[in-house]
């Protein structure tokens, strides 16, 4: 089965053609970044516009580079929750019109499950259950995953995102847009052990493994004043200042993740989204040789339309779809044993 995926809940324009929820043989991403880059941060209606102008070329592309005619495809989704709706509401259209026009089913993705999907969509499958570690710009969720759709959420962020604290953290520092790549370019030049931050206490947490950003990114924001007055701002050095956040940063994930294996007796863990790209988090995680832990490739781990052509396959193959009346949606609708 051939299935077209698109995404556009952000800053990426992506479309992607997959074979059987395994075999990638499109996978196109048109970032916005360079126009989002001067606000250092997404600019809500200028995202929205891009998909608008794109999305029939982004389409076309991944159609042509799979060697697919409209007439070839046999399913076709979009992600619909969650994100910006004006961005999720462009793609989530372009998919209904397009399986309106081809008669093929249509279905509403769920962003999060998709970013969980994207780790099997190389060589290796990892078995079921497994925890899932799903680290994006929006969403932090530590989870127990049984099914593709069979998701039980065990920790969460009770603030920021872990990506938002690399993101608010680089825009403090003038480091770069979109943060999480500039602050881990930056570590790998500095020393880890000179800024010491403070690990947070979580009382109010709903889960037992449940992570806060918001006091790392004060204290870590807070640096520049501290410098400032004693008036040696100048001498503050960056990249220390990024390998001591982003160490700090994946303790807090690790301590979590560990936490949650330890619970329900699960080593192997699947992860996901934007800041699964880090490269500490990768290398912290590989020295715990009782876990097995599977990351997506790189080009997997940000928004693609692959890791949604690859989930709504699996919806497809079981008999699954989606009414035209689904619509965006900004939150994540609640994880629950079946999902969506
Ligand atoms: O999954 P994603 O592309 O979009 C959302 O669904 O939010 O994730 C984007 C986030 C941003 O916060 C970005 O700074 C972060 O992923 N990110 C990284 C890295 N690459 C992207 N964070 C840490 N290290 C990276 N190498
Ligand atoms: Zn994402």
Redesign the pocket.
């Known amino acids: 089965m051939t299935v077209l995926g698109i995404e556009t ?2 800053d ?1 324009c992506a479309a992607a053609v997959v074979e059987d929820g395994k075999t990638i043989l499109s996978n196109v991403v048109a970032t916005q970044i360079p126009f989002h880059k001067e606000f250092s941060g997404v600019v809500p209606e200028i995202a929205s516009r891009k998909h608008t102008e794109w999305i029939y070329g982004v389409v076309e592309e991944a159609l042509l580079k799979a060697g697919k005619t409209p007439r070839n495809i046999d399913g076709v989704a979009a992600t619909a929750h969650p994100g910006l709706v004006g961005s999720l509401l462009v793609g989530l259209t372009f998919a209904k019109a397009f399986a309106w026009a081809t008669r093929v089913p249509f279905l509403a993705c769920d ?1 999060m499950l998709a ?1 969980l999907y994207a780790a099997r969509l190389c060589e290796n499958n990892p078995e079921y259950p497994y925890i899932g570690l799903l680290v ?4 932090t969720i530590i989870c127990r995953v049984d099914n593709f759709d069979t998701v039980e959420v065990l920790g969460t962020t009770i603030d920021d995102a872990v ?2 604290a ?2 608010k953290v680089a825009k403090h520092y003038g480091l770069g847009y ?4 500039y ?2 370019e930056a570590a790998r030049k500095g020393d880890a052990g000179v800024f010491e931050f403070p690990m947070p206490n979580l009382h109010k947490g709903e889960h037992r493994c449940d992570v806060s950003y918001s006091g790392l990114k004060t204290a870590v924001v807070n640096q520049l004043e501290q410098f400032r007055k004693k008036g040696q701002a100048g001498s503050l050095n960056l990249c220390d200042l990024a390998a001591s956040f982003q160490k700090t940063a994946v303790e807090i994930l690790i301590r979590a993740l560990l936490r949650a294996c330890r619970d329900t007796g699960i080593n192997t863990v699947v992860s996901g ?3 699964a ?3 500490y ?1 990768r290398s912290r995680l590989a020295q715990y040789e009782t876990l097995n832990c599977v990351f997506p490739p790189l080009e997997l ?3 693609n339309g692959a890791m949604v052509a690859g989930l709504a396959y699996q919806y497809f193959a079981r008999g699954g779809s989606s009414s035209f009346s689904e619509t965006a949606s900004a939150r994540v609708k609640e994880f629950k044993r079946r999902y969506p």
């Open positions: 809940s952000c990426e962003h970013h994006s710009g929006g969403h990506g938002e690399f993101d979109p943060g999480g790549v602050i881990d989204g934007g800041v790209a880090n490269s988090l781990c940000g928004d």
